[in-house]
Nanobody
Framework: QVQVVESGGGLVQAGGSLRLSCAASGRTDDVFGMDWFRQTPGKERERIATINWSGDWSGGWTYYADSVEGRFTISRDNAKNTVYLQMNSLKPEDTAVYYC????????????????WGQGTQVTVSS
């Protein structure tokens, strides 16, 4: 089993920056990528960034939602089993609970990846 813990959330003014961290532990050897999602009350959960570094799904690549493209950067520290989300030029609409997801290889190549969710960290952007 893999566990993920988010940290780094807080209160920041519009235009400011914040860096979120997602630390993975447990059976991390079969984790091939991680996602960042966010959830705002009254809105659907949104995938905002992904980083994949291995696996059968096109290897290394990153993904950003249109809403954060150019402002957010996802990165990985291999030695610390940690993924970061650097958030710049923050807007009030970025206010949400941010979740980290670890993606693991399935037991066979015909099955979808296994996903493990963290508890979330609150980000609040004031006007």
């Amino acid at each position: 089993q893999v566990q993920v813990v988010e940290s780094g959330g807080g209160l920041v003014q519009a235009g400011g920056s914040l860096r979120l961290s997602c630390a993975a532990s447990g059976r991390t050897d079969d984790v091939f990528g991680m996602d960042w999602f966010r959830q705002t009350p009254g809105k659907e959960r949104e995938r905002i960034a992904t980083i994949n570094w291995s696996g059968d799904w096109s290897g290394g690549w990153t993904y950003y939602a249109d809403s954060v493209e150019g402002r957010f950067t996802i990165s990985r520290d291999n030695a610390k089993n940690t993924v970061y989300l650097q958030m710049n030029s923050l807007k009030p609409e970025d206010t949400a609970v941010y979740y980290c997801v670890a993606n693991q290889y399935p037991p066979d190549t015909e099955s979808p990846p296994s996903r493990t969710w963290g508890q979330g960290t609150q980000v609040t952007v004031s006007s």
